[in-house]
């Protein structure tokens, strides 16, 4: 065993996650878990080429032998000249290069002594007495520009290095700042056995060059440190990554059990954004509802439904287990009016990578998401998103879930593009800085044993969040959030009727306009006399006759043929067993409408929580009023549920705006908020209401209880926001301090 592993190289653990990818069908990015590799209209990564179905994590490996590295400096404008590309970074040769050993203070404690010489506008790095490129993790590349320093890891997922302000902040952060010299010793004695934890630092150092942050012009290399310490969402991607990095082996799981097996779920995914018009310098909100892809070839139209795979592929003679995670989600942005980009079905679709269970619940990934183009007549417009962690929580058993919730954050920006030959094409400017808070619902796809009919339940809890937009765009009319049962529920084999009642115990109606403190709707209208008609096949035409909801029920979508355009399109899921239904949604017929997403789940006894159970929390909070609109990421929150009172803990990261004054828009920061003592809990059928009238009457938590008491589907109001969340029972929630 010893002599295998001594005999593959690290990069083989790379090969084994392509393996994997291929498992999933999907061939064609497979390489993309590791990195983009000679991907020719972004040439090396370094310039403003840009090209769809790649992340920005470009590398150019060409004419390389096997000890050599080939190695990109990039400073900020101001700091030396060079050629121009994207992120306000320029490429250059002025630079003096080493590769050194260091310790856990980033001292050298050996000098590699390398040959290194240009060519062209990099560095050529030859490992004279070796046969290939070492990768341990305390191998640094250091480059000195005039008065500045910058590092990068010498362990790429690639052999070409792109050194700057990305790679220095993550040598810094994880190990001058994290990691202990155990920590180092520990991760090279894993690397050498081809353990999982091996799987997470290589892909670490290319996707953080993924990041669309522009980085000051004339920073220095500690100023780009500092201001990217202050960009929430990349500091807490590289903090989320180094939890991952420094695991304890026995915490580490994955789906076992056969050598290789697969896990397909349907995607019911629902965005809710804050997002920068460059052009104008106005902020504007946007929602994210799901689609079905489409695309054209010589062979016909083909498509695409929301989904998200888990392949689990056993390498048995390294006595290895990986389990391979690969998404592709279709979507509509609406702004109501507000941006032209909006209508065109594009996609949030991520590169297959690895990932763990850990603990024998929480999925954690890191996930580079794909760039895409979008085309409207003459009009060319790249997307270009940032990577975001998944830390997702199986429900049930592990080899067999019945379902996979997560909610993040992820930001990017929206490019005009020029076209510099057939599909080749530049970043001209940068249209939209983007920053979505996202929800996302994963039920198993339906197999041949889960029969075609549908058999609801007769009772379900619901929650619902909706925006609904102003006229003229930019900014949601309303806020809805709503908790109820669906206490009438009949159908056939295709279709359900579901009528929505707010009435029942801890039922409510929250309601958020700009300006004006929640309110609670106590009429009727819309919900309680509304049908939900769920529909068992998704080629079902629209009419004025249908209810303002209308959903199609999508599984496994193998067997269903559609060849015609303009056919209604899947909005929502349905588990096997029947327990679980979400959907995502754009504005119905009904005038009082929204974007939404809804959560539907059959309650029985089971569902019950204990006290003294800790929640770690995720989900994220809209404000409004004149003073400041806000979007709130939760991360690192937690929800203790106590017999006398409930902590509530809440941190993560916050983009607003003050609509007052045009140029407020801050980029993603983080926030803490007071920790709160409210009271306990006290739930009935299923459902639960926590509040505390005295010490803070403003806030309010309700939801409904599922998976035995393991999950918590919640929604939040203070006085002026409104929020919906998801609460993952664990032992230990991160940054619990009850826990």
């Known amino acids: 065993m010893y002599l295998l592993t001594k005999l593959l190289p690290h990069t083989a653990l790379m090969a084994v996650i392509t393996a994997s990818a291929l498992l999933t069908g999907c061939l064609e990015s497979a390489s993309e878990s590791a990195s983009n590799v000679n991907s020719f209209p972004q040439g090396d990564g370094t310039g403003s080429g840009f090209s769809e179905s790649t992340t920005g994590s470009v590398t150019n490996e060409s004419n390389l032998d096997r000890n050599q590295v080939r190695v990109s400096v990039q400073v900020p404008e101001g700091i030396a000249d060079g050629e121009g590309g994207r992120r306000n970074l320029l490429t250059t040769t002025n630079a003096d290069l080493s590769v050194t050993r260091v310790d856990e203070n980033l001292q050298t404690v050996d000098d590699l002594n390398p040959r290194i010489k240009t060519e062209d506008n990099a560095f050529i790095i030859t490992f004279r007495d070796r046969s290939q490129v070492p990768s341990d993790i305390d191998l640094i590349v250091t480059a000195t520009v005039g008065s500045n320093t910058y590092q990068a890891p010498l362990a790429a997922g690639s052999r070409h290095v792109r050194l700057n302000p990305f790679t220095d902040y993550l040598v810094h952060r994880v190990i001058d700042d994290e990691l202990s010299q155990t920590d180092i010793n520990n991760l090279k004695t894993c690397s050498e056995n081809l353990c999982p934890q091996a799987l997470v630092w290589s892909p670490l150092v290319d996707q953080v060059q993924n990041f669309e942050i522009d980085i000051p012009s004339n920073s220095s290399a500690g100023q780009a440190r500092s201001f990217l310490d202050e960009r929430a969402d990349f500091a807490d991607f590289v903090a989320q990554a180094t939890q991952a990095l420094t695991l304890d082996q026995d915490r580490i799981g994955s789906l076992e059990g056969v050598a290789t097996s697969t896990t397909s779920f349907n995607t019911v995914y629902f965005g809710t954004s804050l997002n920068l018009d460059r052009t104008e310098n106005t902020p504007f909100w946007a929602t994210r509802t799901i689609s079905r892809g489409e695309s054209v070839s010589n062979n016909g139209v083909g498509f695409a439904y929301p989904s998200l795979t888990l392949t689990s592929f056993a390498v048995e003679l390294l006595d290895l287990n990986i389990t391979s995670l690969a998404s592709d989600v279709p979507y509509i942005r609406n702004s109501a009016g507000f941006s032209d980009l909006d209508g065109i079905t594009n996609s949030h679709s991520t590169s297959p990578g690895p990932a763990f269970i850990r603990d024998g619940q929480s999925l954690i990934a890191s996930r580079p998401v794909f760039q895409s183009i979008t085309r409207q007549g003459d009009r060319t417009t790249g997307w270009a998103p940032d990577p975001h962690y998944l830390a997702g ?347």
């Open 393 to 739: 929580y199986l429900l049930g058993e592990t080899n067999d879930p019945e379902a996979l919730l997560s909610s993040y954050f992820h930001a990017g920006k929206t490019l005009s593009l020029t076209a510099t030959g057939d599909e080749q094409f530049d970043r001209d400017k940068t249209l939209e800085e983007q920053a979505t808070s996202a929800l996302e619902i994963n039920l198993p796809q339906w197999g041949d044993s889960d029969g075609t009919s549908l058999n609801p339940h007769p009772d379900y809890n619901l929650i619902g969040f909706e925006l609904i937009p102003a006229d003229g765009g930019g900014s949601p009319a309303m806020v809805r959030a709503t908790l109820g049962a669906w206490n009438s529920i009949f159908g056939d084999d295709e279709r359900i009727t579901a009528n929505e009642d707010t009435s029942v115990s801890d039922g409510v109606v929250w309601e958020l306009t700009n300006n004006a403190p929640v309110g609670t709707n106590t009429g009727t209208a819309p919900y309680d006399e509304a049908g939900f008609d769920i529909n068992a096949i998704d080629i079902q035409f629209s009419s004025d006759g249908d209810p303002a909801f209308k959903g199609h029920v999508f599984y496994n979508h193998d067997t269903v043929e559609i060849q015609e355009a303009g056919l209604g399109k899947p909005n929502g899921s349905i588990s096997p067993d029947h327990r679980w239904m979400a959907f995502s949604a754009r504005s119905g017929s009904g005038t009082d409408t929204g974007d939404f997403i809804r959560i539907a789940h059959h309650h029985d006894g089971e569902d019950s929580i204990t006290f003294g159970d800790a929640y770690r929390l995720v989900g994220y909070d809209i404000t409004l009023n004149n003073d400041e609109e806000q979007l709130e990421q939760l991360n690192g929150s937690c929800l203790v549920a106590g017999g006398s009172n409930t902590l509530l803990v809440e941190r993560g990261l916050r983009v607003s705006h003050t609509p007052s004054n045009t140029g407020s828009y801050t980029s993603p920061e983080a926030f803490e908020n007071p920790d709160l003592e409210l009271d306990s809990i006290e739930p009935q059928a299923g459902r639960f209401t926590i509040a505390d009238s005295d010490t803070d009457p403003n806030t309010v938590i309700k939801g409904f209880i599922a998976d035995e008491g393991n999950t918590l589907v919640m929604l939040k109001k203070t006085e002026q926001s409104l929020g919906i969340m998801l609460g993952f029972r664990e032992d230990e929630p991160a940054g619990c301090p009850s826990s």
